[in-house]
């Protein structure tokens, strides 16, 4: 395969990088918010005094909304255009994350995960928007190289995401639990974790501030309107839109972004089974979110000057199931830093199957984008699935059953459809 010429506007076309620079933003802000759902499960079991089945309703709720808002968001993305539709998602996040931090003060919990499912409901409208204009800002064949992008800014954020919650908020959390759970009188058990609560108020108010400030950004930023040019059938008409790369990238995203919150979110959960202590396992989401930031860079570099992104998430897959066998293999803290290699290996495959799946789709691709962002509910369901079935399977066999599979799947997926809609001479 011949390289590429090293023209930087190969990777943005003629629309230059002002329009990708607000995008990288925008990730980052997501990325940030989203990725603190991993230590959130530990913080909102000792809070609320949860078991993990019901502690797990964290990923549950904010996935779940990607499922419950996609098709409205991207009716609401048609109307009011690219510009309006971003900045509006910045808002609704903005509200999602003050009810959170609102209600979690409150110690509510139906109220706390009313907010993680605002605050998808925002970012599933702000997914709608940004990535097909990320994927189609410039060549086909750089989509994944443009997506690596927002996926270092995005990995990024949530390295930094735990690492802040567990100093400002989580700091004490091991001996918070170990407290509330010797506390024989019920008043000082509540005081003690009402005080514990008190200090997730302040930094969920200054995120909520900080997103209404990018959405004033968004709001003045110059942005382009995009839309994928539709796939020629032989006899010049567009096919159904339904095609079966969009169906089978529906499954693919699905079973994809179930086993990428199996090793992010629920990486805490699977070395608390190892006996590891709470005020180390709240640190290890990002750990994984380190190696997807290697692979997003490895990414970057490689993909497409030295393979197509097709055949490196072909690669990813192997070496995923590889990794995953080791963590059934090995215990402690070797298992777990096999699971957070799983970063390394996942980082490409979102940038890469959401291009391919939305490839061809013409005036409708606000809708293609839409359907995609519904299968980011395979966060709120694989990782439940893990919970309820590991006590019958083992922890390490039941992360095998799912992840594994699922890597299959995806594998033969990308090589399916991978070069759908492409010209042979690309």
């Known amino acids: 395969m011949s390289k590429l010429p090293p023209d930087d506007n190969r990777l943005v076309g003629s629309y230059g990088y002002s329009a990708l620079a607000i995008a990288a933003l925008i990730f980052f802000a997501m990325g940030f918010v989203t990725w603190l759902n991993g ?27 990607f499922f419950l808002f996609s098709i409205p968001t991207s009716l609401v993305a048609q109307r009011l255009g690219l510009k309006a539709g971003l900045t509006l998602s910045v808002l609704v996040s903005a509200l999602g994350v003050a009810v959170f931090g609102q209600f979690v003060a409150w110690r509510i919990y139906p109220g706390a995960l009313t907010g993680l499912l605002i605050l998808g409901a925002g970012i599933s409208l702000m997914q709608v928007v940004i990535n097909p204009l990320v994927s189609l800002l410039g060549p086909a064949d750089r989509a994944a190289q443009r997506i690596s992008i927002m996926g270092i800014c995005n990995k990024t954020a949530g390295i930094l995401a735990p690492i802040v919650l567990g100093l400002l908020v989580m700091r004490n959390i091991g001996a918070v639990a ?7 009188d019920p008043a000082v058990r509540e005081a003690l974790l009402n005080n514990f609560v008190q200090a997730l108020y302040l930094p969920y108010l200054g995120m909520a501030g900080i997103l209404v400030i990018i959405a004033a950004i968004v709001a003045f930023a110059p942005l382009p309107n995009l839309e994928a040019p539709p796939i020629q059938t032989g006899d010049g008409a567009s096919p159904s839109f339904f095609k079966p790369h969009l169906v089978f990238g529906f499954i693919a995203m699905f079973l994809y972004v179930g086993i990428e919150v199996m090793a992010g979110d629920a990486i805490g959960t699977y070395g608390q089974s190892f006996g590891l202590p709470l005020d180390e396992t709240k640190f290890f989401t990002a750990l994984t979110l380190t190696g997807m930031l290697v692979g997003y860079i490895m990414g970057f570099i490689i993909v497409p000057r030295f393979i197509r992104q097709e055949v490196y998430v072909q690669l990813s897959c192997l070496v995923g199931c590889v990794l995953t066998v080791l963590a059934v293999l090995t215990q402690g803290y070797t298992s777990v830093f096999c699971v957070a290699l799983l970063g390394v290996t996942n980082a490409m495959i979102m940038p890469t199957l959401f291009p391919i799946a939305i490839r061809g789709a013409g005036h409708l691709t606000a809708m293609a984008s839409a359907i995609m962002v519904m299968s980011y509910s395979g966060g709120a369901v694989v990782p439940q699935f893990y919970v309820w079935l590991k006590p019958v399977f083992g922890f390490q066999g039941m992360f095998a059953m799912i992840v594994i599979p699922a890597y299959l799947i995806i594998l033969g997926y990308a090589r399916r459809y991978g070069r759908v809609g492409l010209s042979q001479g690309e």
């Open 39 to 65: 230590p959130l499960i530990s913080f909102v079991r000792v809070a609320f005094s949860l078991s993990e089945f019901s502690s797990f309703f964290i990923p549950l709720a904010f996935y779940f909304s």
């Open 178 to 184: 170990e407290k509330a759970q010797s506390a024989t």
